[in-house]
């Protein structure tokens, strides 16, 4: 599927499936987590794990517990979304991810994605979920926008680098 985002930039959206570079998307995970305060759950892929990891991820997507896609322009990465299964008695209850790099946020990307991961839901996934942080504006907008609605508020469940905490919200997709 081709994108064009807001600046003019012409993307592609692909299904993880379709990726077979394991540090093309590896590696746009461990960057954008170094420079992100607003990832929830996301943690880096460890040096010489990225096939690991890669074909882990397809087994859950052939297994309908997952989708996964990823943004590029030129062949780089520039941004993620995925529903994941949780397991046993809540598996048909899926989580959502996105990650956008810095330069393409306020693009359009972020929604772009989140909106497509959700038309590709698998009949697993019943209900769908997310946490963010209470100072991430923008991921608000969006998830309002697309349909979820606040159902929990923990507060100071995160402490940020300089020792500040912050609420995370959770949200739920009301359809």
Same mark, same amino acid.
């Given at each position: 599927?081709?994108?064009?985002?807001?600046?003019?930039?012409?993307?592609? +959206?692909?299904?993880?499936?379709?990726?077979?570079?394991?540090?093309?998307?590896?590696?746009?995970? %461990?960057?954008?987590?170094?420079?992100?305060?607003?990832?929830?759950?996301?943690?880096?892929?460890?040096?010489? %794990?990225?096939?690991?990891?890669?074909?882990?991820?397809?087994?859950?997507?052939?297994? &309908?517990?997952?989708?996964?896609?990823?943004?590029?322009?030129?062949?780089?990465? +520039?941004?993620?979304?995925?529903?994941?299964?949780?397991?046993?008695?809540?598996?048909?209850?899926?989580?959502?991810?996105?990650?956008?790099?810095?330069?393409?946020? %306020?693009?359009?990307?972020?929604?772009?994605?989140?909106?497509?991961?959700?038309?590709?839901?698998?009949?697993?996934?019943?209900?769908?979920?997310?946490?963010?942080?209470?100072?991430?504006? +923008?991921?608000?907008?969006?998830?309002?926008?697309? &349909?979820?609605?606040?159902?929990?508020?923990?507060? &100071?469940?995160?402490?940020?680098?300089? &020792?500040?905490?912050?609420?995370? +919200?959770?949200?739920?997709?009301?359809?």
């Amino acid at each position: 599927m081709e994108l064009e985002l807001k600046n003019g930039d012409k993307i592609e +959206i692909k299904s993880l499936m379709d990726i077979s570079n394991a540090n093309l998307v590896t590696g746009f995970i %461990n960057e954008v987590h170094a420079e992100s305060k607003h990832l929830v759950k996301v943690r880096p892929i460890k040096a010489g %794990n990225e096939q690991e990891w890669l074909k882990d991820k397809k087994n859950e997507i052939s297994k &309908g517990a997952t989708v996964y896609l990823v943004a590029l322009n030129k062949n780089r990465v +520039i941004g993620s979304t995925s529903l994941i299964c949780f397991k046993g008695r809540m598996a048909h209850v899926a989580e959502l991810e996105v990650m956008i790099r810095k330069e393409y946020h %306020n693009n359009g990307l972020g929604y772009s994605l989140v909106k497509e991961v959700l038309k590709r839901r698998t009949p697993q996934m019943e209900r769908v979920m997310l946490y963010y942080f209470s100072g991430n504006k +923008i991921a608000r907008r969006i998830y309002n926008h697309l &349909g979820f609605k606040e159902v929990a508020k923990m507060k &100071g469940w995160f402490k940020a680098d300089n &020792g500040t905490y912050e609420d995370m +919200i959770n949200m739920e997709l009301i359809s």
